[in-house]
């Protein structure tokens, strides 16, 4: 198994989460987090003092997949969360040893 | 008595109790989350003091008979002798209403100078120091420039709402303590943005909307003059916003909604001793001067190295001199020139120098005997909890007062983006979110109490 994980825009969240749902995908787990790329944030100014916010709004979405999906699915969701515009994000997989559904001890697939 | 007259000075009253409040809002939004609500009860508390204050001697001190035309005499105490049916000398409106109004402006005063030591000082201290000041300060200054018998009404000074005896007095009184006490911890290092603009315009709002009962009440009449202040006040204080935005775009390359509340203010102060006296492009001209000139002189506390937090030399001090010196050169009624430019710069510098040694001297006593400044940990860990057993929002999902409805907030605001801002301004003060968690862990089990109860 795999855990997708991407860092993205919030408002692209909505667009990843349709194309998760046409993908078939079941459940995600969404939070909200902050952080910076090479853009590193904005300046603001107030009064004259300036300023720099590096730590910007994120969305941290995590979806576990099958291995045979993995790869597609990464592709999925980078491709919904792209503007093309700066601070779109990054995403990436990592292996899973094994997951369980809580509520009926399922382990593995059968637990997504 | 002149009902009409006394029903405006009334609701002028009425008016400028409300900028108090206003100005509570307009220094709250400025500061950090973890001392929001302190920044509000710095004001508020003059609304107690200086009430009580005013009727046992600072009316009579202020406006009672004349001593040496420094200060009145305390025949007035406990409005001795003053009943319902006392008439002001000219004999137009109640000595109550008059008094009822000026009272509104010794409650303010005080309060103006709150945002220069925002952050950072005892609530108790600051509650003596307004006491103190408002009696060895504010009610002498009051009679210099307001009472019969004063020296700088005799003098001729134009001031007509307070330019003098407010704004320049609290500026530098401000100043003064301000050099006592010292700068906040972190100043020109750690982050320290306003944590809520809507707030700051809302109380840049009501002190606008309050300001024309300050000035056009200061006529004490519902007259021709009293009409003119209040448009002269109008058409200032848009001058400014403008003059403010123009220098802010020139200079950092946008147009800042703290400058334009910012801006406001500004020309409110400095069409203030003025108004009465110059036409409508005199108002006009004051208005953008003060706009451009205090935009500036907000940044000479990074380059002077004193941290008057949120800019009450660079407003009032500044904006009130502007305006103050020049009407001097402005005044229609066929007193501008030189000797005018004179006296009102008299006026200022005598206030200023009065108010700056005796408010230094007042700081320092406090300092020295009870300690003006708050504690490094409760400065850091926020004013709120340390001095008022409080804080100003709940933003905590986990573990909050109202955890259900925290935990549904922060889901519906990853899909709509809402929420966002509180979310993120938890993460940049996180000081004050970990202190709400402290909180309302210790207060979790009372909190259930309650609510079966």
């Given at each position: 198994m795999k855990l997708i994980t991407a860092v993205i825009k919030p408002h692209q969240l909505e667009d990843v989460k349709e194309a998760l749902r046409a993908f078939g995908v079941q459940g995600l787990t969404v939070t909200e987090s902050s952080g910076y790329g090479r853009?590193?944030?904005?300046?603001?100014?107030?009064?004259?003092?300036?300023?720099?916010?590096?730590?910007?709004?994120?969305?941290r979405i995590e979806v576990l997949a099958e291995d045979e999906d993995a790869e597609e699915?990464?592709?999925?969701?980078?491709?919904?969360?792209?503007?093309?515009?700066?601070?779109d994000g990054k995403a990436w997989t990592v292996p899973v040893e094994t997951a369980v559904r809580v509520r009926t001890g399922e382990r593995g697939p059968d637990a997504l | 008595m002149n009902g009409a007259d006394t029903a405006f000075v009334l609701i002028s009253a009425f008016l400028v109790m409300l900028m108090t409040p206003g100005l509570a809002f307009f220094y709250g939004g400025m500061v950090r989350v973890k001392s929001?609500?302190?920044?509000?009860?710095?004001?508020?508390?003059?609304?107690?003091?200086?009430?009580?204050?005013?009727?046992?001697?600072?009316y009579s001190l202020a406006f009672?008979?004349?001593?040496g035309g420094f200060i009145g005499n305390l025949d007035f105490a406990g409005f001795k002798g003053i009943t319902d049916g006392s008439l002001t000398e000219k004999g137009g409106i109640p000595v109550l209403a008059f008094a009822l109004f000026q009272m509104m402006f010794a409650i303010l005063t005080p309060a103006l100078m709150s945002g220069a030591l925002a952050d950072r000082v005892k609530f108790g201290a600051w509650t003596v120091f307004i006491a103190l000041w408002a009696t060895l300060v504010y009610f002498p200054v009051a009679h210099w420039v307001w009472a019969e018998g004063g020296w700088l009404f005799d003098l001729g000074v134009i001031d007509f709402a307070g330019g003098t005896a407010v704004h320049i007095n609290a500026g530098i009184g401000a100043l003064a303590a301000v050099l006592v006490v010292g700068k906040r911890i972190g100043f020109k290092k750690d982050p320290m943005r306003p944590h809520s603009l809507p707030l700051v315009v809302l109380g840049a709002a009501l002190l606008w909307f309050g300001w024309f009962g300050f000035n056009a009440g200061s006529a004490l009449a519902a007259d021709g003059t009293s009409a003119l202040m209040a448009m002269n006040t109008q058409l200032a204080t848009g001058a400014a916003v403008l003059g403010w935005l123009v220098y802010e775009r020139i200079r950092h390359g946008a147009f800042t909604t703290l400058g334009a509340a910012s801006g406001a203010v500004a020309g409110l102060v400095a069409i203030t001793p003025s108004g009465a006296n110059v036409n409508a492009m005199g108002a006009l001209a004051i208005g953008l001067v003060a706009g451009l000139v205090c935009s500036w002189a907000v940044s000479l506390k990074f380059k002077l190295g004193f941290d008057d937090s949120l800019d009450v030399v660079g407003v009032h001090l500044?904006?009130?001199?502007?305006?103050?010196?020049?009407?001097?050169?402005?005044?229609?009624?066929?007193?501008a020139g030189l000797a005018q430019f004179g006296k009102q710069a008299t006026g200022a510098f005598s206030v200023m120098g009065y108010s700056f040694a005796v408010s230094w001297i007042i700081a320092k006593l406090i300092h020295?005997?009870?300690?003006?400044?708050?504690?490094?940990?409760?400065?850091?860990?926020?004013?709120?909890?340390?001095?008022?057993?409080?804080?100003?929002?709940?933003?905590?999902?986990?573990g909050g007062s109202h955890s259900g409805a925290g935990v549904g907030a922060l889901a519906s605001g990853t899909g709509t983006g809402s929420g966002r801002g509180a979310a993120s301004?938890?993460?940049?003060?996180?000081?004050?979110?970990?202190?709400?968690?402290?909180d309302a862990a210790k207060s979790g089990p009372l909190t259930e109490k309650k609510v079966d109860a």
């Open positions: 853009q590193r944030g904005h300046t603001e100014v107030y009064r004259g003092a300036e300023y720099t916010v590096d730590l910007v709004p994120k969305v699915l990464l592709e999925v969701v980078v491709k919904a969360a792209r503007t093309g515009k700066i601070g | 929001a609500l302190n920044m509000l009860m710095m004001s508020f508390i003059s609304l107690g003091v200086l009430s009580v204050l005013w009727v046992l001697y600072g009672g008979p004349d001593t500044v904006g009130g001199v502007i305006g103050t010196l020049m009407v001097g050169f402005l005044a229609v009624d066929g007193d020295v005997t009870v300690g003006m400044r708050a504690s490094e940990d409760e400065e850091t860990s926020g004013l709120d909890r340390a001095y008022h057993a409080e804080t100003a929002y709940d933003f905590s999902a986990v301004q938890a993460d940049s003060s996180s000081a004050a979110s970990s202190s709400v968690r402290d």
